[in-house]
């Protein structure tokens, strides 16, 4: 997945190969926080955490 550079919660997440539409940033962010981990939501929180 591939998180939007403006950091704004109403910004689509889209996958970084396809771009297929997946959620809002919003969504995302929560499922990382409320599900367990997995390599996907791992994977998903670097691409969150690697334009900080
Ligand atoms: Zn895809």
Redesign the pocket.
């Known amino acids: 997945m591939r998180a939007p550079s403006t950091r704004n919660p109403d910004e689509k997440v889209h ?6 539409y997946i959620c809002l940033y919003a969504e995302a962010l929560e499922m990382l926080e409320n599900t367990p981990r997995s390599e996907d939501e791992k994977l998903m929180e670097d691409a969150v955490n690697r334009d900080k």
């Open positions: 996958c970084a190969s396809c771009r297929a």
